[in-house]
């Protein structure tokens, strides 16, 4: 069996948009986008930048086919307040410490404090998993702060697969999930093996 991002599927909850692949127009999807939903002024050119932010940062993630998808609970408000972005890796369970290790090599980034992190290994339906949530926090000294980012991994070894789906999202909200790894085990659990 086989698993890929065109054939790996989630079932999302309301609010959860799709977004174009990278390399796509999606300066231009944005517009149409934001367009077809008859906003006001204030709230049309904040949900269209919101757009582009999230799109920005799905492109500048590790490199590879992914889908990732803004969380716009109410589009009246401008707001894009979240980001989940899912990629399918060749890489079986057994190389489950590998992956860790690779996460935890990531924190080490300059000018990123990691705050709170946490890791579990759980069974989930469609196979084990690793659970990673912290929050991030810029300690660069620009003139401009950066807001702390809340940040949850789920790392999904398909069961009877070489497969590992990896679903990352990022909030600015800290207050939208009272748990967000629970959430996302949640939408884990609803990933269906095509």
């Not at 060749?90 to 080490?108: D, F, H, K, S, W």
């Not at 939408?187 to 269906?192: H, I, Q, T």
Request: proline fraction near 5%; aromatic fraction near 8%; hydrophobic fraction near 45%.
């Amino acid at each position: 069996m086989t698993t890929s991002a065109e054939t790996a599927r989630l079932d999302l909850p309301v609010g959860w948009v799709p977004l174009p692949r990278t390399g796509s127009n999606q300066e231009g999807w944005a517009d149409a986008y934001v367009a077809e939903l008859g906003l006001e002024e204030a709230a049309a050119f904040s949900l269209h930048f919101g757009l582009l932010a999230v799109m920005n940062t799905a492109a500048a993630m590790r490199p590879g086919e992914r889908q990732s998808y803004a969380f716009i609970e109410d589009p009246t408000t401008g707001m894009v307040r979240a980001l989940l972005s899912v990629q399918v890796w060749g890489l079986p369970a057994a190389q489950r410490q590998v992956y860790r290790e690779r996460i935890e090599a990531e924190n080490t980034a300059e000018g990123i404090e990691v705050i709170n992190q946490t890791f579990e290994e759980r069974i989930l339906a469609a196979g084990p998993a690793i659970v990673m949530h912290d929050f991030t926090v810029a300690v660069s000294e620009g003139e401009q702060p950066v807001p702390a980012l809340e940040r949850g991994v789920v790392a999904l070894f398909v069961e009877g697969t070489d497969a590992m789906i990896e679903l990352s999202m990022y909030t600015q909200d800290l207050l939208l999930f009272d748990d967000m790894t629970a959430y996302l085990v949640e939408l884990a659990e609803g990933f269906v093996p095509a």
